[in-house]
């Protein structure tokens, strides 16, 4: 816990077991009228975010309070801690941008104590009573495992940005004891955070959710010991993407030491699963051809307008989705003035496309997937052919962007071009977004349907970024509205 000084003698010496006798009948109180409604109250504080009924996060906050002040685990002795509930408002975080500055006015103004909780939320709760009491809530504490890849990197990019994030751990075993900046200078004096190689079980301990960016078969080892030791977990692995474990041991050739954890992990583009993610202890970040893929398909599979067994997809990517590492093929002088197909049959990508393509439909989805390499560091552009089932009757092009336009309209990071105007990677480059348009091809009947995206960003992190917003009940856009710029 943080005090921040007052500016004199505002704070009362009144009996503090008055002050616990009194929340403890406001939270029976709560309690009572709650169960009469069905709902149960926890007193875990790890579960606070997952309540969206406003009364139960107040009566599950003044329970959590109750616990820290029997514990004493955040109240130094002689400290008093000022609560009553003779008004009591939540008011949602981007009501104030900067809650420490809003807690300074607070002091400056009423002389009154800020107290700075250390726990995971998702609302600032101001207790106002003759006392002035102001309670805020800290930052949410994030550590990424393997910071220094690729991913990684785009993570700590994206993190940086939000408001409402601290880092707790960065962790690389390749580059231990050193500055994340001296790995990717760019970061000079921005991140200049030390490099640990942390035991799991702290990081999980210590933070409110860590991020995985580690290869398959090394995450599902570790995520496991991240949610026994508490922390919520967003992974960038292909081990927890699927439902099915056949299919992902099949396409990855390993055997799942924790085939359970599927079953809870949430697939986490939130455009399809927003409100699963609010609740989720385990997200799985998709690939990112599915990404890029599965969002130019979603508003024809779920109308049932294209013939599912006819999906062909030609997908290009920049040499960053290979990863950071020494590899011959990806040397610059093998690359330059280059372009190329890879993994033509059996990539991996194809059956978590699949899968999900499947859920969409809501019917068996088989389809032809190409992935090609191209001489650039950074984007991913697709083109998907498929043709009208027998329900698209007089397709156009008017038609396809009309479909477009209206499935994407409140969806922010997705945007359904204008009639003709296709979709490029230098428009989406750095960002979160992702562009989508289509044309109907009257000679072969055929739909063809583009979308573009950045790799790292709406493909890998930054759109790990919003799935953390929609699980910690920030608004989607916090953080994100980043561009690369010209």
């Known amino acids: 816990m943080t005090l921040l000084p007052k500016k004199s003698g505002a704070i009362c010496n009144a009996n503090p077991f008055f002050w616990l006798y009194s929340t403890t009948v406001f939270v029976i109180l709560c309690a009572t009228s709650l169960k009469m409604h069905g709902i149960h109250l926890f007193f875990d504080e790890r579960d606070l975010y997952a309540f969206s009924h406003k009364a139960l996060k107040c009566a599950c906050f003044v329970a959590f309070c109750i616990l820290e002040y029997q514990t004493a685990r955040q109240f130094p002795e002689g400290r008093l801690f000022l609560l009553t509930f003779a008004y009591l408002y939540i008011i949602l975080h981007k009501v104030h941008k900067n809650p420490s500055e809003q807690a300074q006015k607070y002091v400056n103004i009423c002389n009154v104590p800020v107290i700075v909780f250390d726990f995971t939320g998702i609302y600032i709760i101001n207790c106002y009573n003759i006392f002035e009491g102001v309670i ?4 949410v504490k994030v550590s990424i495992i393997g910071a220094t890849g690729y991913v990684g990197a785009e993570l700590v990019r994206g993190f940086l940005g939000h408001p409402e994030v601290e880092f707790q751990y960065l962790t690389s075993r390749s580059f231990e004891g050193q500055l994340f900046s001296d790995i990717y200078p760019v970061f000079r004096g921005v991140c200049d955070i030390r490099l640990t190689d942390t035991p799991y079980e702290t990081v999980a301990k210590e933070s409110d959710l860590v991020v995985t960016a580690l290869p398959h078969g090394v995450s599902s080892k570790t995520v496991p010991v991240l949610l026994e030791n508490g922390a919520r977990v967003i992974d960038h692995s292909g081990d927890f993407r699927y439902k099915d474990v056949n299919t992902y041991e099949n ?49 024809f599979l779920k109308a049932g307008l294209i013939d599912t067994g006819s999906i062909i997809i030609d997908a290009v990517s ?33 059956t978590e496309i699949e899968e999900q393509a499947s859920f969409l439909a809501g019917e068996k989805v088989r389809l032809s997937f190409t992935p090609h390499l191209a001489p650039f560091k950074r984007g991913m552009l697709n083109t998907i052919y498929a043709r009208p089932s027998a329900k698209f009757t007089d397709v156009s092009d008017e038609k396809i962007n009309a479909i477009y336009k209206e499935y994407y309209k409140d969806e922010y990071f997705v945007r359904a071009l204008d009639m003709k105007v296709l979709p490029e990677i230098k428009a989406v480059n750095g960002s979160n977004f992702i562009e989508v348009n289509g044309v109907f091809d009257k000679e072969t009947n055929l739909i063809k349907l583009f979308s573009a ?25 916090t953080g994100l509205n980043i561009v690369r710029g010209v």
């Open 318 to 350: 920049g040499v960053s989705g290979a990863g950071r590492k020494e590899s011959l093929p990806y040397s610059f002088c093998e690359m330059q003035e280059n372009f190329k197909p890879y993994g033509v049959v059996g990539h991996r990508h194809t």
């Open 453 to 477: 995206q950045d790799n790292l960003g709406k493909g890998a992190a930054l759109q790990a970024v919003q799935a953390f917003n929609a699980m910690f009940g920030f608004d989607e856009k």
């Open 251 to 299: 396409s990855y050739k390993l055997v799942h030491p924790d085939p359970e954890l599927l079953k809870e992990a949430v697939y986490g583009i939130p455009e399809f699963y927003r409100e699963d993610l609010k609740n989720a202890r385990l997200v799985a970040n998709p690939g990112c051809y599915p990404t890029c893929s599965l969002i130019a398909l979603a508003p």
């Open 136 to 139: 805020i809530m800290s930052k």
